[in-house]
């Protein structure tokens, strides 16, 4: 029997269990993968991109940091909703990029350990709605683990989500106006640790997921998420910040139907690198426009002797240009908040040509046809955003994502560094979900964002309606 759109909404509010495994086990696994890749690809004709090398010195998370991690459904959803923001994919649609993964409330489900696991209809999607629910769930657990974990390594940072793409663009782009990478690999997304007063230190994540069940006899060369975490390595070996393996990166990969339940696979690896401390104005600060750059790619890095001291095409960050990177990463995080609040032209302002300027400030595309013109209020605390409403099962649903009112006023105003010093000041005067009696589902983050759902009010929920 279907459930009614109350019972799906206070299941996305429900605290779940997400398993995730990081041990010595997953790389020896991912490295025969790895191996038999190589096989496959000796017997084709090579790519024009080629493939590269890959990450060297995978590790394990350490022990303390490998979960499980707790979390609700609908925190996963605005996971994937803040990754997603700057998303150009998808034009046309008539769907903020964000609400993507409005699709899938009712996907999830609680096993009677208290995992979380796809309910039936989560697993019913045809084979091409598979692969993009593999896609785009991949995100959501991937970044929420791989936030997780720096939530752990540096408690007293922020932690910013940044398309990869989005950030490589200004140095990059192959044409102009609109911008493109190509088929150059890349990873998918970058995270920022930061705090006002110290230098970034940027992670470089790829995420993937599959519906592979895993049967005792599956080889580790054909087990799905041994083989995306092997392409992983090779994508996050294409991004260097200065110099060779200097960069810090995690690679995970999702199975949904994991005999424990969802389990996410991550493996990292260490780096010290960190980008230069922004001052609070002026031209060096993130509130300034950047400009385009002109950066190597086509044999930019060199492995050391011991591997073989050949050069390889990478996108490759020089030591004189982490000034810039920096405020491109900043301002990249600032149009991704204030699309999230639907944003209109607002959003453009952080953005050069290359990566998209226009789509973001043209309110005739579905990223910004939706403007800030909602507002909200949690346990007091003032928001402004933008709504959308569908149906569950018939029944209208409400769903609002949004921004801190002050928070949004400074990025509106095109005051970046003094935005990352307020959300840095009020980290912790979020409301909290239980704190909150008028919407369904909730989910606050340190940096002032928020996404909450509920029934559209006026609707008799099944216990208020009399039998008969």
């Known amino acids: 029997m279907d459930s009614t759109a109350f019972d799906v909404i206070r299941r996305l509010g429900d605290s779940l269990t997400v398993q995730v495994n990081s041990s010595p086990e997953l790389i020896a696994g991912v490295g025969k993968a790895a191996d038999a890749v190589d096989r496959e690809r000796a017997k084709q004709k090579p790519s024009k991109e080629g493939h590269g090398p890959r990450k060297p010195h995978l590790r394990p998370l350490p022990r303390a940091e490998r979960g499980p991690l707790r979390v609700t459904p609908w925190d996963l959803l605005a996971t994937f909703a803040r990754g997603t923001a700057l998303a150009r994919q998808g034009r046309g649609r008539g769907l903020a990029e964000h609400w993507q993964g409005l699709k899938y409330c009712r996907a999830f489900a609680a096993d009677r350990h208290g995992s979380l696991r796809l309910t039936d209809e989560g697993k019913a999607p045809e084979l091409s709605y598979r692969a993009m629910q593999a896609r785009e769930l991949g995100r959501a657990f991937g970044l929420a683990a791989a936030e997780w974990e720096l939530r752990e390594r540096y408690p007293d940072h922020l932690v910013s989500i940044v398309d990869a793409e989005t950030v490589l663009l200004p140095g990059f782009a192959r044409t102009k106006p609109a911008g493109t990478l ?50 992983g390595s090779e994508r996050v070996e294409r991004f260097h910040l200065g110099q060779w393996n200097a960069t810090p990166t995690l690679m995970t990969s999702t199975e949904f139907l994991a005999a424990a339940g969802v389990t996410v696979h991550v493996l990292h690896t260490g780096g010290g690198v960190e980008l230069p401390v922004r001052p609070a104005s002026g031209a060096d600060s993130a509130d300034v426009a950047i400009g385009r750059r002109s950066l190597p790619y086509v044999d930019s890095v060199a492995l050391p002797e011991e591997r073989g001291a050949e050069r390889y095409n990478a996108f490759l960050i020089p030591e004189k240009e982490f000034s810039w990177f920096g405020r491109v990463v900043a301002r990249a995080h600032a149009s991704g908040q204030l699309s999230l609040a639907g944003g209109g032209g607002s959003v453009g302002r952080y953005l050069i040509d290359e990566q998209g300027r226009k789509h973001f400030s043209e309110a005739a595309y579905a990223g910004t046809a939706s403007v800030h013109d909602a507002k909200a209020c949690f346990a007091g605390e003032r928001y402004v955003g933008t709504d959308q409403v569908f149906r569950i099962n018939g029944t209208r649903v409400e769903a609002f994502s949004g921004v801190a009112a002050d928070l949004h006023d400074l990025l509106a105003e095109g005051k970046v560094e003094e935005y990352r010093r307020r959300a840095y000041e009020r980290r912790n005067d979020w409301p909290e979900p239980d704190d909150v009696d008028d919407w369904g589902a909730s989910s606050f983050r340190p940096d002032g964002t928020a996404l909450a759902i509920r029934v559209v009010p006026g609707q008799a929920s099944p216990d208020d309606r009399s039998p008969g």
């Open 182 to 231: 190509g088929a150059r690999p890349r990873p998918d997304f970058l995270l920022e640790a930061w705090r006002p007063g110290e230098g970034s230190r940027i992670f470089v994540v790829t995420v993937n997921g599959n519906h592979q069940a895993v049967k005792p006899k599956t080889s580790a060369s054909s087990r799905t998420t041994y083989r995306q975490l092997a392409r």
